[in-house]
Nanobody, 115 residues
Framework: QVQFVESGGGLVQAGGSLRLSCEVS????????IGWFRQAPGNQRELVAL???????NYANSVKGRFTISRDNAKNTVYLQMNNLKPEDTATYYC?????????WGQGTQVTVST
């Protein structure tokens, strides 16, 4: 069945870095549009990074220049490299198809950035 399993979150000081991983089952990442989303309590879920089937990428303005999305097709895994983290990046991070609706959301991985 379709699964998106996120890992790699943690507690980091402002200015630090983390790399998140998204292991995907029953969806081939190389032929789909896969996004990283984040949601903080009381906030709307937002798309922060996207990778397309052709390998193109797009980013929310708030993370441009700091975050990089990539994939390893052999591992069917998508990554999010996060550099120069800021307290406002604190959220639960999820991966999923770009057009996901209420489907296939995993547990996410918590990122907390301290001042």
């Amino acid at each position: 069945q379709v699964q998106f399993v996120e890992s790699g979150g943690g507690l980091v000081q402002a200015g630090g870095s983390l790399r998140l991983s998204c292991e995907v089952s029953d969806v081939t990442v190389s032929i789909n549009r896969i996004g990283w989303f984040r949601q903080a309590p009381g906030n709307q879920r937002e798309l922060v990074a996207l990778i397309t089937a052709s390998g193109g990428t797009n980013y929310a303005n708030s993370v441009k220049g700091r975050f990089t999305i990539s994939r390893d097709n052999a591992k069917n895994t998508v990554y999010l490299q996060m550099n120069n983290l800021k307290p406002e990046d604190t959220a639960t991070y999820y991966c999923n198809l770009e057009i996901s609706g209420d489907r296939n959301w995993g547990q996410g991985t918590q990122v907390t950035v301290s001042t």
